[in-house]
């Protein structure tokens, strides 16, 4: 192995050398680097993903220190994709991290090209940004893997994968396919979620507030680093079977 990777030998030794070379060739973007996206990131690059592009408009605050992999009392105030940069540099110094302090959304949704990228990773919370991602994200040849909603959760064994329109007990994918049915406009191809039938009430309250949410609940960070690291393995899976699937392009 090359000894800039060195730290990648155990991925090597389980996934084999050809495989690793191909998650090392991948581009990877992640919409929204909170709860969820932040762990999803930090797993891709210590699997060997290298070109990731990492997109968020928040700066760190102190209610993101419960669930957030760069919140710290160190980077409170700091801008959260810079932030995670650093560290994301300081595990592989060779990896290309493209930091963007911007808002995915119907307007900006040109700037992201897209069609450049073999996998888009989809942690947004706002409906309507997230709505928007996942019918560009489906018209394109890049692989999609989204995250449904992480709060009110604390079972880990109820966190589960299918596909978008089999999604069961999570109002946020419920409010995702109303919204798609009500427009007419539904995903041009499926894509898989991570998701949890899991529902608690908030027993508590704070004085925490943003504009894109309807309410601020209650979340848990080894929930939301299971969804995140869930979504890093479907990406790193899906790598390593087509590798191994056989080329018949040419059969007949």
Known sequence: ???????????????????????LQKNVIVFGVGGVGSWCVESLVRSGIQKITIVDS??????????????????????????????????????????RQEVYSAETAANFHLENYDYIVDAIDSLKDKAHLILTACKTKAKLFSSMGA?????????????????????????????????????????????????LQNKGGTEEFDARKAQINGALSHITAIYGFTLAGLIIKDIVEKKKAPDCSGAF
């Open 1 to 23: 192995m090359n000894t800039k990777f060195e730290f990648l030998a155990r991925v090597e030794r389980l996934l084999g050398p050809s495989a690793l070379e191909e998650v």
């Open 58 to 99: 928040d700066c760190v605050c102190v209610s993101n220190m419960n669930r957030q992999l760069m919140a710290t009392t160190k980077t409170v105030g700091a801008v959260k994709v810079e932030a995670l940069k650093q560290r994301l540099l300081e595990i592989n110094p060779q990896a290309e991290i493209d930091a």
């Open 151 to 199: 709060a009110l959760k604390m079972d880990p064994t109820k966190i589960r994968v299918a596909e978008f329109w089999q999604v069961q007990g999570c109002p946020l994918a419920r409010a995702l396919r109303t919204k798609f049915r009500s427009s007419h406009t539904m995903p041009a191809r499926k894509f898989k979620c991570v998701f949890s039938e899991e529902l």
